[in-house]
């Protein structure tokens, strides 16, 4: 009996896997035999929720997949988000962090003190409201996917504050390299810095680097933008509690309240994997290297794989009837939090970080 109620779940684990499959392929024929690139520059787990939501919208899902889409959606990604600890080794940022960290902590509570303030003026729903904020401020979609559960967000809110994230992650990816390129005088630390803080996603960031260092053959930038952003991703182990925190606050009754109950327990094991990268590589420094570094690159290939699976399981279980009974205003919201976490990151290094460079 259990047997059977566990295969239940595997029809809607292969229809994910298969999207995102296709969602590779068509990201390879775009980016590189299109495009050009070596690597593609665009976001697989991007084309895997819009071909979720293309295929869920003109098809109905049937009864079989669901249960196996809701398990991709809960399990596959947090299983994702453990495994994406792995690329993280904070104890080689120690140096770099002490001019990143303050920069990333001070645009993460500018973008929340706005979309607060927003929240009030627009009267947009409060997880909506938190899940752009996450996702404006820490790593795009991962951070969106990472709190909607501990703040039981529905699948219509992910799927708009993705799409959301989405669009002005690309709009600042194809920006903001030749802006920052004229605003900050061709200086590569200072415009790394800008784009691994006001860029959303860690694919868009790794983009608008590759995008400058081959328009302005600067190799350094791309370097510095991509362990900000790590660094930044890194924010996801406080953030989360702190969402999920705030949310059910007073949604409870006292004696029933305990942060135990809304504790992510996943983040546990997304620290416990970067614990597990920094000793590995510590043991392995001077023999097996190799095999080590093939164990790195299989969990992040893993972790891709996963994530972009439960994004193909969002999108599919989308009704975008239900998105357009939304409105503009979480868009607006979005465009918002865009805008402030660039300019703030601007003042801070015209104010603060020029004396420490």
């Not at 665009?42 to 669901?66: C, D, Q, V, Y």
């Not at 979609?141 to 669009?167: D, G, H, L, Q, R």
């Not at 809304?262 to 990268?277: A, C, K, N, S």
Request: hydrophobic share 50%.
């Amino acid at each position: 009996m259990l047997l059977n109620k566990n295969l239940v779940i595997i029809p809607g684990i292969i229809l994910a896997f298969v999207l995102y499959t296709l969602s590779q392929g068509f990201n390879n024929i775009i980016g590189i035999e299109l495009l050009g690139y070596d690597k593609s520059p665009i976001s697989t787990a991007m084309i895997a929720i819009l071909l979720g939501i293309f295929f869920g919208n003109i098809f109905k899902i049937r009864e079989g997949f669901k249960k196996g889409l809701d398990f991709t959606r809960e399990y596959i990604l947090k299983l994702g988000i453990i495994f994406l600890g792995i690329q993280l080794k904070p104890f080689e940022f120690l140096d770099f962090g002490k001019i990143a960290i303050p920069l990333i902590i001070v645009c993460i509570i500018s973008v929340l003190i706005v979309i607060k303030l927003l929240i009030k003026k627009l009267k947009i729903p409060t997880r909506m409201a938190y899940l752009i904020s996450i996702g404006s401020t820490v790593c795009g979609t991962t951070a969106i996917m990472a709190t909607a559960p501990v703040i039981k967000a529905s699948k219509n809110e992910v799927s708009y504050a993705i799409a959301n994230i989405t669009f002005f992650g690309i709009l600042s990816m194809l920006i903001y390299p030749y802006f920052a390129n004229f605003y900050f005088d061709n200086q590569p630390l200072l415009i790394g810095l800008f784009l691994g803080t006001s860029i959303h996603e860690t694919s868009q960031v790794a983009a608008a680097g590759l995008i400058y260092e081959q328009q302005f053959n600067s190799p350094e930038t791309l370097n510095i933008a991509t362990v900000t952003k790590l660094i930044r991703n890194t924010f996801l182990i406080v953030m989360i509690p702190l969402f999920a925190f705030l949310y059910n606050r007073g949604k409870t009754n006292k004696k029933d309240y305990s942060i135990l109950n809304i504790f992510p327990y996943f983040v546990l094991g997304f620290v416990g994997m970067i614990i597990i990268r920094n000793i590995g590589d510590q043991v392995f420094i001077s023999s097996s290297n190799d095999n080590w570094n093939e164990i790195i690159n299989i969990i992040k290939f893993l972790s891709k794989i996963f994530l972009t699976m439960a994004m193909a399981a969002i999108g599919l279980s989308t009704n975008l009837k239900d998105i357009k009974s939304m409105g503009y205003k979480p868009f607006i919201v979005g465009f918002i939090a865009m805008l402030t976490v660039g300019i703030v990151c601007i003042m801070m290094i015209e104010s603060y970080l020029k004396f420490f460079i």
